[in-house]
Antibody, heavy 127, light 110 residues
Framework: QLQLQESGPGLVKPSETLSLTCTVS??????????WAWIRQPPGKGLEWIGT???????SFNSSLKSRVTVSIDTSKNQFSLKLSAVTAADTAVYYC????????????????????WGQGTLVTVS | QSLLTQPPSVSGAPGQRVTISCTGS????????VHWYQQLPGTAPKVLIY???NRPSGVPDRFSGSKSGTSASLAITGLQPEDEADYYC???????????FGTGTKVTVL
């Protein structure tokens, strides 16, 4: 059973860089079927995808955040991380790490990806 | 800015059937599968339905999904008190080149 756990400072000052780490247990972060993502949820609001690192090594990011986001992986520690620069109060949110799983539906012949494992989330306040 | 629209809330009595709609566009739901997540208060989202109508192991068959054109729906039959939660649809948008979530729907069990 895969488990994910976010860690990092709960309070960040405006204009500084938010840094979070997701530790993966129960599986290898470098396994070919594993892609990893960050998702956030401002207090009382909905979910927002931040970015993904695919097992191929490529990355993709939410266009609204792209200029400020970095996602990296540390295979030796089985961790992946998020850095979000120049934060403002609008970046205050619960930040989740998640695995992005591939699937093939043999009935509809469709392929796709969905977020199957999530961390418990960590609240980061910018103030 | 979410490009998948859901009703803010739905409610029903125990045992009833409720449905949650998710409306997108040709570049999202019209081209890609839809997935549904349940978020109980104070917890992380959990996948309920993937690939429009597939339930992961352990998800009760009271939950079902469907998709038609640029819209999708989640149905909960035999509503139970523990179903009170927020529900989100999710897909991919080729115009944005990224994953998008719905606006979220709060289900209340009367």
């Amino acid at each position: 059973q895969l488990q994910l756990q976010e860690s990092g400072p709960g309070l960040v000052k405006p204009s500084e860089t938010l840094s979070l780490t997701c530790t993966v247990s129960g599986g290898s972060i470098s396994s070919i079927e594993n892609s990893w993502a960050w998702i956030r949820q401002p207090p009382g609001k909905g979910l927002e995808w931040i970015g993904t690192r695919y097992y191929s090594g490529s990355t993709s990011f939410n266009s609204s955040l792209k200029s400020r986001v970095t996602v990296s992986i540390d295979t030796s520690k089985n961790q992946f991380s998020l850095k979000l620069s120049a934060v403002t109060a609008a970046d205050t949110a619960v930040y989740y790490c998640a695995r992005l799983a591939d699937y093939y539906d043999s009935r509809s012949y469709s392929i796709g990806r969905y977020f199957d494992y999530w961390g418990q989330g960590t609240l980061v306040t910018v103030s | 800015q979410s490009l998948l629209t859901q009703p803010p809330s739905v409610s029903g009595a125990p045992g009833q059937r409720v449905t949650i709609s998710c409306t997108g566009s040709s570049s999202s739901i019209g081209s890609f599968d839809v997935h549904w997540y349940q978020q109980l208060p104070g917890t992380a989202p959990k996948v309920l339905i993937y690939g429009n109508n597939n339930r992961p192991s352990g998800v009760p068959d009271r939950f079902s999904g469907s998709k038609s054109g640029t819209s999708a729906s989640l149905a909960i039959t035999g509503l139970q008190p523990e179903d009170e939660a927020d529900y989100y649809c999710q897909s991919y948008d080729s115009n944005l080149r990224g994953y998008v979530f719905g606006t979220g729907t709060k289900v209340t069990v009367l």
